[in-house]
C-alpha cells in the first residue's frame, strides 16, 4: 500500500473511532439525564386538559353539547379524575394528596368562572369592534390567554409545581401573550390584540386595568439570589397601558386611574391620575426627486 494512503486510512480509522466514542459517550449522558429528570405528562396532554375545561365553560368554543345538567357534572367528575392521573404522573408532586388537591381546584371554579365573565365584559365593553361577548369568547387571544392564566393561577396558589407554566406558556405559544401563572391579576382585565404582552412573575395588577400590544411588565436586570423578590411593578385599578410600553422594578407603582403612553420607558413610580407619554422628535426629509420635478 502507497505509504501516503496508509497514513489517510490511519487518520480516517481514529476520526472514525474518535466519533464513535463520542457518540457513545452523548447516548450515555442522555440515559443518565432520562433517569434524573422529573416525569411530567406531555405539554399537549396538559393543555388538552385545560382546553376541555374552558370548552365545558364556554360552550361557545365547543361542537360539543350536553342533554343535561347530570351530564355537565359528569364531565366535570371526568375532568377532575384526570387532573388526579396528571398530578400522580408528575414526579415533583410527591408531597400531597392529589385527589384532595383536585377537589380544592374545582371547589374554586365558579369563582374562575366569574373572574373570567369580567374579563369577558371588559373586552367587549373595551374594544368597539367587539359586537358580541360571543366573538370575544371564540375569537380573541386575549380571551384566550387569561382563560388559561386563570386556571394555571388557581393551580399554582394550590402549590402546583410545572403544569401551571406549562400552561401559560401553551397559551404563550398559542397567542404570544406572555403571562407568568404567580402574576396577581384583578378583575375586569381587558387585553386588547395582545401580540408581544409580557407579565412578569411578582406582577400586580388591580382591577379594570387595560393594556394593548407589546406591552412589558418586566424586571430590572438582577441576580438570580434576589428571585424570591418583588421584581416587577404593581398596577392600581383603571389604570390604561398603551402599546409598547415598558415599565419595569419591584418598586415601580402606577398609581390608579393612570394613562401610560406607548413606547414610554417607565423605571419609577408615577402618582394616581398621571398622563405619562413619549415626546418623540419626528423629521421629514423631502426627496429630492419630488423638489427636482416640482
Request: net charge negative; hydrophobic share 35%.
Amino acid at each position: 500500500m502507497n505509504p501516503c494512503n496508509l497514513e489517510s486510512f490511519n487518520f480516517t480509522f481514529q476520526k472514525n473511532d474518535n466519533s464513535f466514542r463520542m457518540k457513545q459517550d452523548l447516548i450515555k449522558k442522555i440515559f443518565q439525564k432520562q433517569q434524573q429528570k422529573e416525569q411530567v405528562p406531555s405539554n399537549e396532554l396538559i393543555a388538552k386538559w385545560a382546553s376541555k375545561l374552558i370548552c365545558v365553560l364556554y360552550p361557545e368554543l365547543s361542537l360539543c353539547t350536553y342533554p343535561s345538567i347530570e351530564a355537565i357534572d359528569n364531565e366535570f367528575e371526568k375532568l377532575e379524575k384526570e387532573l388526579v392521573q396528571m398530578l400522580n404522573a408528575t414526579k415533583a408532586c410527591t408531597n400531597c394528596n392529589h385527589e384532595e388537591l383536585s377537589a380544592k381546584f374545582f371547589n374554586q371554579l365558579p369563582e374562575i368562572y366569574r373572574v373570567l365573565n369580567t374579563d369577558i365584559n371588559a373586552i367587549h365593553q373595551g374594544d368597539p369592534a367587539a359586537r358580541t361577548e360571543f366573538e370575544v369568547i371564540r375569537a380573541y387571544p386575549g380571551f384566550y390567554a387569561l382563560s388559561f392564566y386563570r386556571i394555571a393561577h388557581a393551580l399554582y396558589d394550590l402549590d402546583v409545581p410545572l403544569l401551571p407554566r406549562i400552561l401559560t406558556e401553551y397559551a404563550h405559544s398559542k397567542t404570544g401573550i406572555d403571562i407568568h401563572p404567580a402574576a396577581r391579576i384583578g378583575r375586569h382585565f381587558m387585553i386588547d390584540h395582545g401580540t408581544g404582552i409580557v407579565i412578569g412573575e411578582t406582577t400586580l395588577i388591580g382591577e379594570h386595568v387595560k393594556i394593548y400590544q407589546g406591552v412589558t411588565l418586566g424586571a430590572m436586570s438582577i441576580s438570580k439570589s434576589m428571585s424570591k423578590q418583588k421584581r416587577h411593578p404593581t398596577i392600581e385599578d383603571n389604570v390604561v397601558i398603551y402599546s409598547g410600553a415598558t415599565i419595569l422594578g419591584g418598586d415601580t407603582l402606577i398609581g390608579e386611574g393612570s394613562v401610560i403612553g406607548g413606547n414610554v420607558w417607565l423605571t419609577q413610580s408615577v402618582p394616581p391620575g398621571s398622563l405619562v407619554y413619549h415626546n418623540p422628535e419626528i423629521t421629514v426629509v423631502e426627496s429630492k426627486f419630488i423638489q427636482n420635478n416640482v
